[in-house]
């Protein structure tokens, strides 16, 4: 199968996420002491380059989203690093971050509730033009119905409410609402997870030509493997919390050494009804966040574990002889 990868400019990383880890306390008795913690981001590292998409992957519940919310510092850190063009952004002051927010914007999954419902199309969009720049109310007009043509809305939409949008006609309002401050790093989270099959790869087609027009740096969240095949120039396999494999789009679909990418490449649907492949079906449910299994954490659900995979944790090393190809596994370690 042939791969569709964009021309971009791999010369610098725009974003650097060093160790993040991002822990939720529980909390019990009458003095709410914390007693545990959900490790829902646990130590992840990785880098995107300036131009690139990044597609971050994993199945429900492994950290992916809270991952993506923790380097925007949507959410506070429990600890780690996240540089953008170079600059530390948990150290920035108040008014640092605020200027962070026009470079760094997200679309979310669910577009409805991400949308004021008392707001017209217009004052959405124009809210964050209002909050971040200082332009004339006719300058913000014109930027606004500029935006909205980009993304595909009419000018007759400005005064609709969001819930007088189709599902793709919302997804579509909150990227004009994230594209209208010209940010230079987006993330797409689950962009088109809830919107209809029929219009999704619209959607899909419209992110690839607006990375283009604005040059945008994506780091796309989501756990359907044919979009992440179909828009992403490298991916990174996450579980419980951690990264498992990192490469190439390409790479990875060809060539995936980790058990856990192979499970979940097993399970795509091939276009093709005469074709056959194997499907790994994975053993027991997933460890909680909450106690990780010590070792290797996937090995409770690999059929290949060894003793050395309940005892020792495997770092992401670098395997690949032409191209970069990262793995934490034991079973690939010389």
């Known amino acids: 199968m042939s791969f569709e990868v964009l021309e971009v400019n791999l010369m610098e990383s725009i974003l650097e996420v060093r160790d993040l880890k991002k822990h939720f306390p529980i909390k019990a008795g009458l003095l709410s002491k914390q007693v545990a913690a959900v490790k829902a981001t646990d130590g992840v590292s990785f880098t995107i380059k300036t131009g690139e998409t990044l597609g971050l992957v994993g199945e429900s519940g492994c950290g992916k989203t809270t991952t993506s919310l923790?380097?925007?510092?949507?959410?506070?850190?429990?600890?780690?690093?996240?540089?953008?063009?170079?600059?530390?952004?948990?150290?920035?002051?108040?008014?640092?971050?605020?200027?962070l927010?026009?470079?760094?914007?997200?679309?979310?999954?669910?577009?409805?509730?991400?949308?004021?419902?008392?707001?017209?199309?217009?004052?959405?969009?124009?809210?964050?033009?209002?909050?971040?720049h200082h332009l004339k109310k006719s300058q913000r007009k014109e930027r606004v119905l500029q935006t909205m043509k980009k993304v595909g809305l009419l000018p007759e939409d400005i005064y609709k409410y969001p819930h007088e949008f189709s599902g793709g006609q919302r997804q579509r309002l909150g990227i004009a609402r994230a594209l209208i401050v010209e940010p230079k790093f987006l993330v797409a989270d689950e962009p088109v997870s809830s919107i209809d099959v029929s219009v999704r790869?619209?959607?899909?087609?419209?992110?690839?030509?607006?990375?283009?027009?604005?040059?945008?740096?994506?780091?796309?969240?989501?756990?359907?493997?044919?979009?992440?095949?179909y828009i992403c120039d490298r991916v990174a396999v996450m579980y419980l919390g951690k990264l498992v494999e990192l490469a190439t789009t390409e790479e990875l679909f060809n060539n995936p050494r980790h058990p856990y990418t192979n499970a979940l490449l097993s399970a795509v649907p091939i276009p093709d009804p005469e074709a056959r492949h194997k499907r790994i079906i994975l053993s027991g449910e997933p460890p909680t966040p909450i106690n990780p299994p010590p070792g290797c954490r996937f090995h409770p659900r690999c059929e290949y574990a060894k003793p050395i995979c309940a005892e020792v944790e495997p770092t992401l090393t670098n395997i690949g002889t032409v191209n970069e190809h990262y793995v934490a596994c034991h079973l690939e370690r010389k």
């Open 201 to 229: 790869a619209q959607i899909l087609n419209l992110i690839k030509d607006l990375r283009k027009e604005f040059n945008l740096t994506i780091l796309l969240v989501s756990h359907d493997l044919c979009v992440v095949r």
């Open 70 to 99: 923790t380097l925007l510092n949507l959410l506070d850190p429990t600890s780690g690093e996240v540089y953008f063009g170079g600059r530390n952004i948990f150290k920035m002051s108040r008014k640092e971050r605020q200027k």
């Open 101 to 132: 927010r026009r470079e760094m914007q997200i679309v979310f999954q669910d577009p409805f509730s991400s949308l004021n419902p008392r707001m017209t199309c217009y004052e959405l969009i124009e809210e964050p033009l209002v909050i971040n």
